[in-house]
């Protein structure tokens, strides 16, 4: 499994990947800043020098996440009218930097499926895959009744948000229960990548909040049984952990250590 993080784009594109730690051989980043709607023409020589050090550095896939402001299920039509332009305008940046994947959550509660699959379908992508990522109240048999009409999309498994949802996979026969709900309703090949994260909430609690590798309510176990599954274990891992001083290094150790068993 290669394993990476999601890294700040402060101060240009270009120095991201010099921000990658050792031992890591992905990454993921935001397209623009997260918190703003409008998004500065991205600068050529930049993307460019982006581009050059993820060869020379041999990072692979470049992952690319939706900002924080977009809202795919909102029932306001301005606010869904502008989400929608400006996921189009993120994965037009996506695309520009190289990206392989874009990920987008997909929240479904009651009475959204609808809403949701038009708004999808309303993405504009050529050479970028969209990946669409559980939330701590997704559950994946409603999320497969949207993905069956988008055959060329495909599934971003992020470990807090499906503890947080209820799937208590630190249990081996409900972790085998979870995969089969994957494959039956969505399919296991359209699982592309795995949101590494223990959860800071307990089982169920539909509350997202990301903690450190095993020092969560997941802990060793859940993640044990993810890297010792013959698929999971082949899938590029990204961490979206809590920063601080010399953490990064800490979860990397975590996982590397936990993947061997």
């Known amino acids: 499994m290669r394993f990476g993080f999601h890294i700040s784009i402060s101060g240009g594109f270009s120095k991201v990947p010099d921000r990658v730690p050792d031992g890591c051989g992905t990454l993921q980043i935001f397209p623009s800043n997260p918190r703003g709607w409008k998004k500065k023409p991205l600068n050529k020589d930049d993307v460019e020098g982006f581009k050059i050090r993820v060869k020379e550095k041999d990072l692979s896939p470049v992952v690319v996440h939706s900002t924080y402001l977009p809202k795919i299920n909102t029932p306001k039509k301005d606010l869904r009218e502008k989400s929608i332009d400006a996921l189009n305008q993120e994965i037009e940046r996506a695309e520009a930097l190289g990206g392989d994947y874009f990920i987008?959550?997909?929240?479904?509660?009651?009475?959204?499926?609808?809403?949701?699959?038009d708004t999808l379908s309303r993405l504009k992508y050529r050479t970028i895959m969209i990946l669409l990522e559980n939330t701590c109240y997704s559950r994946f048999k409603d999320m497969g009744i949207i993905m069956k009409d988008f055959p060329d999309m495909g599934l971003c498994f992020d470990t807090a948000h499906a503890f947080e949802a209820g799937y208590d996979f630190r249990r081996e026969d409900k972790f085998r229960d979870m995969l089969k709900e994957i494959d039956d309703h969505i399919g296991t090949d359209r699982l592309k990548l795995i949101?590494?994260?223990?959860?800071?909430?307990?089982?169920?609690?539909?509350?997202d909040r990301h903690y450190h590798i095993g020092r969560g309510y997941i802990g060793a176990l859940g993640f044990i049984n993810i890297f010792r599954d013959e698929y999971f274990s082949t899938l590029p891992g990204i961490m979206e952990t809590p920063g601080c001083e010399g953490c990064d290094a800490m979860n990397l150790r975590a996982v590397q250590y936990l993947s061997q068993y």
Do not use: R, Y
């Open 104 to 117: 987008i959550h997909l929240g479904v509660k009651g009475g959204e499926i609808e809403l949701l699959k």
């Open 195 to 207: 949101h590494l994260n223990d959860s800071m909430t307990p089982l169920g609690s539909k509350v």
